[in-house]
């Protein structure tokens, strides 16, 4: 006697919908690791997207990523000139919003050194890179603006004309790549009014850190330890820029889907322990028959333990169809590779034996003699 394949013949459906309702449990759980990996993804694209071996910020600050940072314009002729350096472009990066209060539309603005950095590394699904240091933009797709389109930002319009994909900020906003000189044009832009106060007078908008690519076989940290007296700078090579994204700005965010993640495993070995036990009481004249025939504890543990994986397994099997379907329409990137699906699948597997243990003391429990009370 399978008690699995019996619930299934017999009960087949409450068995499928119990299946179901773990899948969407475990279908969360899995969308929680995605988003994760999802929110590295977003963090650093920018990063790996940028050719460069050192990132130069303000003093004491971890980078434009991280918090404001702004160094002079003259930081970068200053660099180009040292032992080692090949290049030293300027790097403008701040966030703005637009729109109505109903309907915001949050761009992260990139500023490029022109012409020196074009936008050619960046992957676009269609148009080109930047031709003109004046008013011409790539956009993420996620901005919905189509290419050619018009977009009035400050006192200017600006055409599109590059689309990328998956270059977003670590907080999901999509990116816009312009020319520094525009960066400045959008970012520094005051309202005829604020102007006409300020005496007409705009301010001025600083880079935010210069990237340094290194001559072929030069050694970045040794170029960093050259780097530490300048007052005036803190330098990064590109791995410590790195860490700090992912150990600082989305770090937070990392500790909060892991306590989701923890909960929410709790919560479906709870259900499953619970199913399992009500499924094991409502066998109780199997089960004692299956003891008066002399049937020894270890098959009846392994029948219970057997109806356990199954369940697991079919709500591991919902969980990936349902992320097949549901995960591309999240707001933000949800990244399901191998090594999540692996750990949902150990996870399953830990959470149906360790459910499977009320089922089990249930059934030890249960008397042969209980087949005799009729």
């Not at 009481?281 to 270890?298: D, F, H, P, Q």
């Given at each position: 006697?399978?008690?699995a394949?019996?619930?299934?013949r017999?009960?087949?459906?409450?068995?499928?919908?119990?299946?179901?309702g773990?899948?969407l449990?475990?279908?969360?759980?899995?969308?929680m690791?995605?988003?994760y990996?999802g929110?590295?993804a977003?963090?650093?694209?920018?990063?790996?997207?940028?050719?460069?071996d050192?990132?130069v910020v303000?003093r004491?600050?971890?980078?434009?990523?991280?918090?404001?940072?702004?160094?002079?314009?003259?930081?970068?002729?200053?660099?180009?000139?040292?032992?080692?350096?090949a290049s030293?472009?300027?790097?403008?990066?701040?966030?703005?919003?637009?729109?109505?209060?109903?309907?915001p539309?949050r761009i992260?603005v990139?500023?490029l050194?022109?012409?020196?950095?074009?936008?050619?590394?960046?992957?676009?699904?269609s148009?080109?890179s930047?031709?003109?240091?004046?008013r011409?933009m790539?956009?993420d797709?996620?901005?919905?603006?189509?290419?050619?389109?018009?977009?009035?930002l400050?006192?200017?319009?600006?055409?599109v004309?590059?689309v990328?994909?998956?270059?977003v900020?670590?907080?999901?906003?999509?990116?816009?790549?312009?020319?520094?000189r525009?960066?400045?044009?959008?970012?520094?832009?005051?309202?005829?009014?604020?102007?006409?106060?300020?005496g007409?007078?705009?301010?001025e908008?600083l880079?935010?850190a210069?990237l340094?690519?290194?001559?072929?076989?030069?050694?970045?940290?040794e170029v960093q330890?050259?780097l530490v007296?300048?007052?005036?700078?803190?330098?990064?090579?590109?791995?410590?820029?790195?860490?700090l994204?992912?150990?600082?700005v989305?770090?937070?965010?990392r500790?909060?889907i892991?306590?989701?993640?923890?909960?929410?495993?709790?919560?479906?070995?709870?259900?499953?322990?619970?199913?399992?036990?009500?499924?094991?009481?409502?066998k109780?004249?199997?089960?004692?028959l299956l003891?008066?025939?002399?049937a020894?504890?270890?098959?009846i543990?392994?029948m219970?333990l057997?109806?356990?994986?199954?369940?697991?397994a079919i709500g591991?099997?919902m969980a990936?169809a349902?992320g097949?379907v549901a995960?591309?329409?999240?707001?933000?990137?949800v990244?399901?590779?191998?090594?999540?699906?692996?750990?949902?699948g150990?996870l399953?597997?830990?959470?149906s034996?360790?459910?499977?243990?009320?089922?089990?003391?249930?059934?030890?429990?249960?008397p042969?003699?209980?087949?005799?009370?009729?």
């Amino acid at each position: 006697m399978n008690l699995a394949w019996r619930d299934i013949r017999r009960q087949g459906l409450r068995f499928v919908f119990t299946g179901l309702g773990l899948g969407l449990l475990f279908a969360i759980v899995l969308a929680m690791g995605g988003i994760y990996q999802g929110m590295v993804a977003d963090a650093t694209v920018l990063l790996d997207a940028l050719p460069a071996d050192l990132w130069v910020v303000q003093r004491d600050t971890r980078g434009p990523f991280a918090e404001r940072s702004v160094v002079p314009r003259a930081l970068e002729d200053r660099l180009r000139v040292l032992d080692g350096v090949a290049s030293a472009e300027t790097f403008t990066y701040a966030t703005i919003q637009r729109g109505d209060v109903a309907h915001p539309v949050r761009i992260g603005v990139v500023g490029l050194s022109w012409p020196g950095v074009q936008g050619a590394a960046l992957p676009l699904l269609s148009g080109r890179s930047l031709g003109a240091p004046h008013r011409e933009m790539i956009v993420d797709q996620t901005l919905g603006l189509d290419l050619g389109a018009r977009v009035p930002l400050g006192d200017e319009l600006y055409d599109v004309v590059g689309v990328t994909k998956g270059f977003v900020s670590s907080g999901g906003d999509g990116l816009a790549f312009v020319t520094e000189r525009d960066a400045d044009a959008i970012l520094g832009w005051m309202a005829p009014e604020s102007s006409r106060l300020a005496g007409g007078q705009r301010p001025e908008v600083l880079p935010s850190a210069v990237l340094v690519r290194l001559l072929p076989g030069v050694d970045a940290a040794e170029v960093q330890a050259r780097l530490v007296d300048w007052p005036d700078v803190t330098v990064w090579t590109a791995g410590e820029q790195r860490d700090l994204l992912l150990h600082g700005v989305i770090d937070k965010a990392r500790q909060q889907i892991g306590l989701f993640r923890t909960l929410l495993s709790i919560v479906s070995a709870i259900i499953v322990a619970l199913v399992l036990y009500n499924m094991t009481v409502a066998k109780s004249y199997e089960i004692a028959l299956l003891k008066l025939m002399g049937a020894r504890t270890r098959v009846i543990v392994g029948m219970i333990l057997q109806q356990s994986l199954l369940l697991g397994a079919i709500g591991y099997a919902m969980a990936i169809a349902i992320g097949s379907v549901a995960f591309a329409h999240f707001p933000r990137r949800v990244l399901v590779g191998p090594t999540e699906l692996v750990q949902l699948g150990v996870l399953v597997v830990v959470i149906s034996v360790l459910a499977s243990t009320a089922g089990i003391v249930r059934a030890l429990r249960i008397p042969p003699t209980l087949i005799l009370a009729g």
